[in-house]
Each structure stands twice: as structure tokens, then as C-alpha cells.
T-cell receptor, first 111, second 114 residues
């Protein structure tokens, strides 16, 4: 079983829509959670960390549910520039230096 | 600041050839990493270096070797390239352990092994 699982999409949404992605992880001992963004043929970049109490950064809201072992990302008022692949990331098998990356969820925002 | 730089950007090898991928960071980070990204597989950790002078295997180390030359530079070597090593290779760095520290990625090296 893959340690971090995401729906690959693609999610096609119109500008201004709200879209949500979910991610599940298998290691109940995981302590660190992140969302990274990756544009086509580019490197991943940190979008936001995910905290236990949930956190918001502008139009982006991240939530963590430890009991069900899932993480969510909500994007409000989608922009064309939000089109990208969103990677769910959880600290890994050795709980130290390894990060486990999900395969990513593809988002396309259309005019 | 350039951040994380990687060379080369593209490379084509024949099976059995060797090559070294170079990575450097100018952020004074302690930890550095090599990942590969394949379609449908996501990013997988090949090797990492928690600090200067140390290296450890990641999830997929077979066929690769690494050298942490100094605090800035971390190289990845393919001794005898195989078609299964066709991939996009990303180097990354972080201030400390990635469990709580943002990782910064280089632009990637697109490697094709024929």
C-alpha cells in the first residue's frame, strides 16, 4: 500500500470555483504534513504546511484529520494561475529525514 | 541567491555509460537530497545527506552512489546507466531535517538512457 494516496484527477474547474483535494496517509506515527505545488515540467515548491488545528493562507485552507489519517486542501475563488499539480507530503518511514510524496492531484482552472 | 542549482539540465546516455549529476545550494542548508520522479510514481528518495560528511540510502538507492563534497555540493553518480534509470532527477536541500523544514528543489535533470 502506498504510504500517501491522492486522487490523480484531473480536476477541471471554472475560474472562481471552489475545489477541494483529499489525501490519505498510512503511517499513524507521521508528524509533519505539507502541500507542495508543482507546475508542468518544473520543480515542486512548498505551498503550505498543515497544522493539527487547520490553517489558512489567503484562498488556501489546509485541514488535518489524524483520526481518519487524511489531509485536505481547499482552494477558494480559483484562478487560472492555480492550474498545477498539488502534492500531498508526509514525513516518512524513518520519521526523520524521509518525506513521502503522493503522486499528486492535477488541477486545471479554465476561463 | 540562486537557491539550488543542478547540472546538466538534459542528458542522453547509452546503456552502460556513467555520469555524475551535480547539485549545489547557496542557502547554507545542512541537509540535501536526491529524488527521482517518474510518471505515475511520484517523487521517490534515492539518497540523502543529513549533514556534511554523512550520506544515507533512501527508498530507491540501487544503481546510484552519492558524494557530499562539502556543505554546498551533493552529487549523484550513475556507474552503469540502465533504461530503468530514465527519469527526472531533482536535488533538494533543507535547513534541517525535513520533518519540519521546507525543502527547496532544484530545476531538475531530465535523463534518458537508451
Amino acid at each position: 500500500r502506498k504510504e500517501v494516496e491522492q486522487d490523480p484527477g484531473p480536476f477541471n474547474v471554472p475560474e472562481g470555483a471552489t475545489v477541494a483535494f483529499n489525501c490519505t496517509y498510512s503511517n499513524s506515527a507521521s508528524q509533519s504534513f505539507f502541500w507542495y505545488r508543482q507546475d508542468c515540467r518544473k520543480e515542486p515548491k512548498l505551498l503550505m504546511s498543515v497544522y493539527s488545528s487547520g490553517n489558512e493562507d489567503g484562498r488556501f485552507t489546509a485541514q488535518l484529520n489524524r483520526a481518519s489519517q487524511y489531509i485536505s486542501l481547499l482552494i477558494r475563488d480559483s484562478k487560472l494561475s492555480d492550474s498545477a499539480t498539488y502534492l500531498c507530503v508526509v514525513n516518512g518511514w524513518d520519521s526523520g529525514y524521509a518525506l513521502n510524496f503522493g503522486k499528486g492531484t492535477s488541477l486545471l482552472v479554465t476561463p | 541567491n540562486a537557491g539550488v542549482t543542478q547540472t546538466p539540465k538534459f542528458q542522453v546516455l547509452k546503456t552502460g555509460q556513467s555520469m555524475t549529476l551535480q547539485c549545489a545550494q547557496d542557502m547554507n542548508h545542512n541537509s540535501m537530497y536526491w529524488y527521482r520522479q517518474d510518471p505515475g510514481m511520484g517523487l521517490r528518495l534515492i539518497y540523502y545527506s543529513a549533514s556534511e560528511g554523512t550520506t544515507d540510502k533512501g527508498e530507491v538507492p540501487n544503481g546510484y552512489n552519492v558524494s557530499r563534497l562539502n556543505k554546498r555540493e551533493f552529487s549523484l553518480r550513475l556507474e552503469s546507466a540502465a533504461p530503468s534509470q530514465t527519469s527526472v532527477y531533482f536535488c533538494a536541500s533543507s535547513e534541517e531535517s525535513p520533518s519540519w523544514s521546507e525543502q527547496f528543489f532544484g530545476p531538475g535533470t531530465r535523463l534518458t538512457v537508451l
